[in-house]
T-cell receptor, first 115, second 112 residues
Framework: DADVTQTPRNRITKTGKRIMLECSQTKGHDRMYWYRQDPGLGLQLIYYSFDVKDINKGEISDGYSVSRQAQAKFSLSLESAIPNQTALYFC??????????????FGAGSRLTVL | QKEVEQNSGPLSVPEGAIASLNCTYSDRGSQSFFWYRQYSGKSPELIMFIYSNGDKEDGRFTAQLNKASQYVSLLIRDSQPSDSATYLCAALTLGSNYQLIWGAGTKLIIKP
């Protein structure tokens, strides 16, 4: 089994629908992240969480929300999806420590298409 | 605006040659730098990171950091077709709550 598991792997939905992307990890890491990747662009941070009670907005949090249900689970929601949220979404985890805090382990990605 | 810049490529290199990938960053406060490899449709995976000026070697890969010039590079020796991928550079600044600033990546093609 993968260390970081994302579901669903692919999703096609319509404008205005609510969508949840789920992420679970077996690495035992405290830090979890949601990134978005668009073609030709770098990874953009949506939200991150350093522990269950600590959730922070990233650079592009508008239109998204998250829930950290447990140390191992971090979900991303789009309350009302719009076409420009069509992208590849990655969940990632990392451990504590200066360099270790940013050695990220990524999930396989969730490709979302909003029609 | 903190930025990490990479040439998008594609960079085409013959098999067996040295591939040189470059990255510049704008924030002088950046302290650590990371190279990730991403195959098409897959997730990024860490190749190596560097935080001291100079070279760091790991197998066929060498990362080079020059903080005075705000320049990071990744050299791949004896390039193989399996090295064909997009290479992402990322910078860490302590003041950013340990968040990474990502470049858009360089697409590398190794020609047999």
């Amino acid at each position: 089994d993968a260390d970081v598991t994302q579901t669903p792997r692919n999703r096609i939905t319509k404008t205005g629908k609510r969508i949840m992307l789920e992420c679970s990890q077996t690495k035992g890491h405290d830090r979890m992240y949601w990134y978005r990747q668009d073609p030709g662009l770098g990874l953009q941070l949506i939200y991150y969480s350093f522990d269950v009670k600590d959730i922070n907005k990233g650079e592009i949090s508008d239109g998204y929300s998250v829930s950290r249900q447990a140390q191992a689970k971090f979900s991303l929601s789009l309350e009302s999806a719009i076409p420009n949220q069509t992208a590849l979404y990655f969940c990632a985890t990392s451990d504590l420590g200066l360099a270790g805090a940013n050695v990220l382990t990524f999930g396989a990605g969730s490709r979302l298409t909003v029609l | 605006q903190k930025e990490v810049e990479q040439n998008s490529g594609p960079l085409s290199v013959p098999e067996g040659a040295i591939a040189s990938l470059n990255c510049t960053y704008s924030d002088r406060g950046s302290q650590s730098f990371f190279w990730y490899r991403q195959y098409s449709g897959k997730s990024p995976e860490l190749i190596m990171f560097i935080y001291s000026n100079g070279d760091k070697e790991d197998g066929r890969f060498t990362a080079q950091l020059n903080k005075a010039s705000q320049y990071v590079s990744l050299l791949i020796r004896d390039s193989q077709p399996s090295d064909s991928a997009t290479y992402l550079c990322a910078a860490l600044t302590l003041g950013s709550n340990y968040q990474l600033i990502w470049g858009a990546g360089t697409k590398l093609i190794i020609k047999p």
